[in-house]
């Protein structure tokens, strides 16, 4: 990422970027698209700039940009989030928008079953804010709510290179009946909080769906010292881990020669307790031992193999010794009466 991530706010840091594309965030309409579409500005990857790069419509550029207005009103952006769930602030980044970016913005947010539509309520998230050239702009956002849509209003036109919406998905019903769901998934809250290595990226571990080639998944450098790579995940919920799916898909001569579990529930905590994980993660319980893997395939682990150790907040994914993963599913039910290793 080209952005220290100690420089970012909080909820940036902690928050899941519910306005991504690759987590299933869809763009439903904009009142204007003719320089850039609306479907570029969600996209996961920091925005590009390719100066020699034009289209019929004039210079391509990395985001969503409408045409210069020439009367009254201003533009605006519907956009159908990856999950419902709370928001924690927003990132409107203008980069290699100079001379084209709009002065100000507002955003609105709805929850809705369906597309929103000319009857929907809106409710503002974000009041009018101003935006400068070539920046992430971060606003914070205090409503508790749960939301499915956002409206992201430019006044009065020009370009927005990508739009980050950060908060918690809402779990819903899911899980609620005591059916079993993937504690990990990025889509239901689950995150990474900290890793040994990730020098070819880790943002897709927890994504759904299979990896759709290398660079979508995480990957560690080659390993130069002894010892091996490790990352870890808070859960979306406090659970039960009943089983396991590793996948090495299009991992083929860089896959881990084995993987192990660990776990702990370390209780309600927060955001500013994720630094503090790391050293005590070496001493968490071992909820599966060392197990081979293979190159682009899916392996899974379950009763037989996985140590029940009661409900757990977090787990450690320890890889043997480097290598990448595509995707890591901990599927488990919510809640139970026994604890974990604590804190």
């Known amino acids: 990422m080209p952005d220290c991530v100690d420089h970012l706010p909080a909820f940036a840091r902690d928050g899941i970027n519910l306005a991504s594309a690759g ?12 320089f850039a579409p609306l479907e570029r500005m969600l996209s996961d990857s920091p925005a590009v700039f390719i100066p020699e790069k034009y289209d ?3 210079k391509w550029m990395d985001g969503w940009e409408t045409r210069r207005r020439r009367g009254s009103g201003h533009d605006h952006a519907v956009v159908q989030l990856a999950a419902p769930g709370t928001i924690r602030g927003f990132d409107v980044d203008t980069a290699h928008f ?24 809106w409710t503002e998230v974000l009041a009018l804010s101003p935006l400068g050239p070539g920046a992430r702009h971060f606003f914070a956002c205090t409503s508790d709510a749960v939301w499915s849509h956002v409206r992201l209003h430019i006044h009065p036109d020009g370009g927005v290179a990508r739009l980050r919406v950060y908060g918690q998905p809402s779990l819903g019903t899911h899980g609620a009946d005591g059916s079993s769901i993937d504690l990990a998934a990025s889509l239901f809250g689950g995150r990474v909080v900290a890793m040994s290595n990730a020098h070819y990226g880790h943002q897709r571990l927890l994504a759904p769906g299979r990896g759709v080639n290398m660079g979508d998944g995480w990957e560690t450098r ?7 790579d490790w990352i870890i995940i808070r859960l979306a919920a406090r659970g039960t881990i009943e089983s396991a799916v590793v996948d090495t898909a299009h991992f083929k001569g860089n896959f881990p020669d084995a993987c192990s579990i660990q776990a702990a529930d370390l209780g309600d905590s927060s955001g500013g307790l994720d630094p503090l994980v790391v050293p005590s993660s070496m001493f968490w319980d071992e909820i599966l031992p060392p197990q081979k893997l293979s190159a682009d395939a899916i392996h899974e682990f379950g009763a037989g193999q996985i140590r029940q150790a009661g409900a757990v907040t977090h787990a450690r994914f320890n890889i043997y010794p480097d290598g990448g993963v595509s995707r890591l599913r901990l599927f488990g039910k919510i809640g139970s009466k026994e604890p974990c290793a604590t804190f």
Do not use: M, Q
């Not at 079953?113 to 000319?118: G, L, S, Y």
């Not at 080659?222 to 091996?228: A, D, K, L, T």
């Open 23 to 34: 987590l299933g965030a869809k763009p439903l309409f904009a009142t204007d698209e003719f």
């Open 56 to 58: 019929d419509h004039g």
């Open 222 to 228: 080659r390993r130069r010292e002894p010892g091996h």
């Open 98 to 121: 100079t001379g084209n970016y709009p002065p100000a913005c507002r955003i609105e947010a709805t929850l809705s079953p369906h597309e929103p539509n000319a009857a929907t309520r």
